[in-house]
Nanobody, 129 residues
Framework: QVQLVESGGGSVQPGGSLRLSCVAS????????VAWFRQALGKEREGVAA???????????EYVDSVKGRFTISQDNDKNTVYLQMNSLKPEDTAMYYC???????????????????WGQGTQVTVSS
């Protein structure tokens, strides 16, 4: 089991930046993958960024096309934390952002929500002028 707690959301103007944090209740080195998903009103949950966190891996990262070059996912093993640095924010980035953690499985798809076992409560990001 692992509990995830997100923080760092808020309201910013277009072009602004935010850094989201996801603190895990156990060592992230013991977790297979951690990802950030988002869900806007009336839309399905979509994967934004994922990182392979388990010890011995090189922290492979993946991003959805719409955030490449603007968002960066990273990990701090000492703090059991995964971050999502979001730059050049756009109104279409407005959503509830969720942190999720996955146990190992075959044919893992990093942006498929049902492949993740644990979810945080979410943090709201609003981008508006």
């Amino acid at each position: 089991q692992v509990q995830l707690v997100e923080s760092g959301g808020g309201s910013v103007q277009p072009g602004g930046s935010l850094r989201l944090s996801c603190v895990a209740s156990r060592s992230i080195g013991s977790i297979y993958r951690v990802a950030w998903f988002r869900q806007a009103l009336g839309k399905e949950r979509e994967g934004v960024a994922a990182i392979r966190t388990e010890v011995g891996t090189i922290g492979t990262t993946e991003y959805v096309d719409s955030v490449k070059g603007r968002f960066t996912i990273s990990q701090d093993n000492d703090k059991n934390t995964v971050y999502l640095q979001m730059n050049s924010l756009k109104p279409e980035d407005t959503a509830m952002y969720y942190c999720a953690a996955a146990e190992p499985r075959l044919r893992f798809l990093p942006f498929l929500p049902r492949h993740y076992n644990y979810w945080g409560q979410g943090t709201q990001v609003t981008v508006s002028s």
